[in-house]
Each structure stands twice: as structure tokens, then as C-alpha cells.
């Protein structure tokens, strides 16, 4: 029941008639939240009560808890029940899942792109999802009706969907998402801090998304660590061309470097503009 957990149950309470939801966090204090604010239809108090009637389960967790997290829900589930999940990694989920749960309950891993820097259930809205893209990943053993009726619940609460395999979407989101991330870390690391309060926008937008919750981000990396190494890798190298031709005050290498990214950047925005994920 954190910002995403909270916004997705939301958004079912706002988009489905006769659908009952169920929240359930591991703080206490998020649970008494959570039923203040109304964010389900019941919170209740241990994952057996929250899974043990349901016929899709959603984790909104770090990534490194869903491995007990299978194994605790797995004596609970109905059979036929669907787990899916708001994960920024999936092919260890995916293993994970063949390792723990039943057979007669089906796995099918999400990625909804949307949240915040903010956390916390009181930043919850039942409109995060509309517009974002969600990401829907199967193997060759995924249940086909358990892979449809994924992509249709986030169809239906706003989400523009796309399929692939884990593999895949972890070496895409390495490069688009996680390395991002690191790159943004080790900026603000590398800033003095007698400095800092000299930035101005530029920095505060460039560095925005280091203000992601770090237990989040560490398990993202740790998850996805082979693609996160081989991507930093390709950052490095490219600050090393960008430092050679600075060291070297080599103009016409700089500008080319500096407009490669410049053009790279305005076909982005304009694919984003033309597919309305930026308006």
C-alpha cells in the first residue's frame, strides 16, 4: 500500500463496478493509513487474508521480497488465481515464481511505467495509471488466458500495453530506466556539497530521479545487475570520448559528440509527443 499499491487499488475503486479490492502492507502504520484514506474496498492484516479469496494478486513490494513473498502466499492461493506484480525487473521474478508457486496459479509479470519521487500511501491517486505505458512479460510456459486477462486489467485502468519477454525487458529497461538512475546518483555524488545550493534547474531536472527510495533502487540493480554493468560500461565510454576531446580542446569533436545527443534527444521527444505520452 505505498504510492503505487495504493494508486492501483484506487484506480480499480474508481474504474470497476462489483470488483472488490483488498490491501494489505507489512507496517501497521500504512495499514491504519490505508483504511483512512479509503484507498480499498478492506485492508486487512496478514497476506493470507489478503490472497486466500483473490482471483488476481498484485505485488507492489521491492523486488527482492517477492521470493518469500511466493513462498508465503503459496499455500493460500485458489487455483486458477493470477499473481502479477508493478516490478522494474522481471526475469528473476519469473523464476522465482516457477520456483515457488503451484502450478494451478499463474505468474505473469507487469511493469506498470508510472509514480514518483514521492512514497507513501498519502500520495496515492486513482489517475496515476491513465496514459502510462505498462509493460506485460511471458515465457514459453506462461498460461495464455492468465497473459489476456493481465493485459486487459491494465487496459482497462489506463494503460497503454506492450508484451515481451523478461529477458528482453530487463536489457531495455537497463538502458532506459536503471542506468538513468545510476547516472543521475553518481552526478549528485560527484557534486560538492558546498556547492549544491548553486544549481540551478538544469541540475535539479538532470538529477531528479536520484530521489528515488534507495531500498526500491537497490534491488532494481541487484536484480538486474549484468545489464546495469554492461550499461554503465557504455556511459563510461562515452564520457571518456567527451573527456578526450575536452582535454584535447578539440571543437569540432565536442559539437559533434554534444549534437549526436541533441538529435538523439528531439526524435525521443517526438516519438513521445506523436504517441501522446507527453502532451
Request: net charge positive; proline share 4%; with cysteine.
Amino acid at each position: 500500500m505505498g504510492l503505487l499499491g495504493a494508486s492501483i487499488t484506487s484506480a480499480i475503486l474508481r474504474s470497476f463496478s462489483g470488483v472488490k479490492s483488498v490491501g494489505f502492507s507489512h507496517r501497521d502504520s500504512t495499514r491504519q493509513k490505508a483504511r483512512q484514506l479509503g484507498v480499498a474496498d478492506q485492508i486487512v492484516d496478514s497476506i493470507p487474508d489478503c490472497v486466500s479469496d483473490a482471483d488476481i494478486v498484485i505485488l507492489a513490494t521491492p523486488i527482492c521480497t517477492f521470493e518469500n513473498l511466493f513462498r508465503e502466499m503459496a499455500p493460500h492461493l485458489q487455483p486458477g488465481t493470477i499473481i502479477t506484480d508493478v516490478g522494474s525487473t522481471k526475469n528473476l521474478a519469473h523464476k522465482w515464481a516457477k520456483k515457488y508457486l503451484p502450478g494451478s496459479v499463474h505468474y505473469v509479470g507487469s511493469h506498470p511505467i508510472a509514480g514518483s519521487e514521492q512514497r507513501g500511501v498519502e500520495f496515492a491517486r486513482d489517475d496515476l495509471l491513465a496514459g502510462a505505458v505498462c509493460i506485460v512479460t511471458k515465457t514459453a510456459t506462461t498460461d495464455p488466458s492468465a497473459f489476456a486477462a493481465t493485459k486487459k486489467l491494465w487496459a482497462d485502468l489506463g494503460c497503454s500495453v506492450k508484451s515481451m519477454s523478461p529477458v528482453e525487458h530487463d536489457r531495455i529497461f537497463a538502458e532506459v530506466s536503471h542506468v538513468p538512475h545510476i547516472t543521475a546518483a553518481a552526478l549528485v555524488n560527484a557534486t560538492s556539497p558546498k556547492n549544491i545550493n548553486y544549481a540551478g534547474t538544469g541540475f535539479v531536472d538532470t538529477s531528479r530521479i536520484a530521489s528515488g527510495p534507495e531500498n526500491v533502487w537497490a534491488d532494481i540493480l541487484l536484480t538486474n545487475s549484468a545489464n546495469c554493468a554492461a550499461g554503465i560500461g557504455r556511459v563510461i565510454n562515452q564520457l571518456e570520448k567527451l573527456k578526450a576531446a575536452i582535454a584535447a580542446k578539440d571543437e569540432k569533436m565536442i559539437a559533434k559528440l554534444l549534437a549526436q545527443a541533441r538529435a538523439k534527444r528531439a526524435k525521443l521527444i517526438e516519438h513521445k509527443m506523436k504517441s501522446r505520452e507527453l502532451l
